[in-house]
C-alpha cells in the first residue's frame, strides 16, 4: 500500500531534516517544488522551457505549469509506493488542482503533516545563520558556532549574515507563508487529513511524532 504524503512548516521549521527521514524509512521519494523546476529545466523538457522563460524573468511559474510539472513527476515509478510532497501546495488552487490530479491517476492524499513552530523560535533559528564569504560554508551562532566567532572554521574566511537571513528579511517570509498557508490548513483540517505535530525539541523525538501520526 502507498503512503502519499504533503509535509507542511514554515522556514526554519525543520522541516527539510524531517523529510530525510521519512524518505530514509519509507523508502519514498521527497520531491520539492524548486528541485522539480531545476530538473525540468536543465532536462529541457518542453514544461521546463516553459518554467524557465518565467524563472529568468524573476516571475512565479503559473499554477497550472507547476501542477503539469508535478503530475509527470507522480508518474515515475519510484513514486509507485508513496511520496512526500514538500513545498507543494502552496495555495488553495494549487490544492484543489493537485486532488484533481490524483483522482485521475486514482490516488489521493493520505496525510498532511504540519510542523508547528512558534514565530520568535523561528526567527531566533533563521537569524542564527552565518555564511563564509570565502568558502560558502555554513554555522549557526547558537546550534552550529565556528570555534573562533566571526571565522570559518575550514578557510579561515570572514563568516557573515546574508540578507535573506536578516530579520525583517524573514518576518517578511514569514508573514507570506502564513498568508498562504493559512487556508491549506483549514482545507486539509475539514477533510480529516491534517495532522498537526509540534515542531521543537529533540529533532528524533519530532520524527517520533511523525511517525505516529502516520502510523498510529
Do not use: W
Amino acid at each position: 500500500m502507498s503512503t502519499n504524503l504533503i509535509l507542511l512548516g514554515p522556514p526554519g521549521s525543520g522541516k527539510g531534516t524531517q523529510a530525510h527521514m521519512m524518505v530514509e524509512r519509507y523508502r519514498i521519494p521527497q520531491i520539492s517544488t524548486g528541485d522539480i523546476l531545476r530538473a525540468a529545466v536543465k532536462g529541457e523538457t518542453s514544461l521546463g522551457k516553459e518554467a524557465k522563460r518565467y524563472m529568468e524573468q524573476g516571475e512565479l511559474v503559473p499554477d497550472e505549469l507547476v501542477v503539469s510539472i508535478i503530475r509527470d513527476r507522480l508518474k515515475a515509478s519510484d513514486c509507485d509506493g508513496g511520496f512526500i510532497l514538500d513545498g507543494f501546495p502552496r495555495t488553495l488552487p494549487q490544492a484543489e488542482a493537485l486532488d484533481t490530479t490524483l483522482k485521475g491517476m486514482e490516488r489521493k492524499i493520505d496525510y498532511v503533516l504540519n510542523i508547528e513552530v512558534e514565530k520568535d523560535e523561528l526567527i531566533r533559528r533563521l537569524t542564527g545563520r552565518r555564511t563564509c564569504r570565502s568558502c560558502g560554508a555554513m554555522y549557526h551562532i547558537l546550534f552550529d558556532p565556528p570555534k573562533n566567532d566571526g571565522i570559518c572554521d575550514k578557510c579561515g574566511g570572514e563568516l557573515y549574515q546574508r540578507d535573506d537571513d536578516k530579520q525583517e528579511t524573514i518576518r517578511f517570509r514569514l508573514q507570506v507563508y502564513e498568508k498562504q498557508t493559512a487556508p491549506l490548513i483549514d482545507y486539509y483540517c475539514k477533510r480529516g487529513l491534517l495532522r498537526s505535530i509540534k515542531g521543537v525539541g529533540e529533532i528524533k523525538d519530532i520524527f517520533h511524532k511523525i511517525v505516529k501520526a502516520i502510523e498510529g
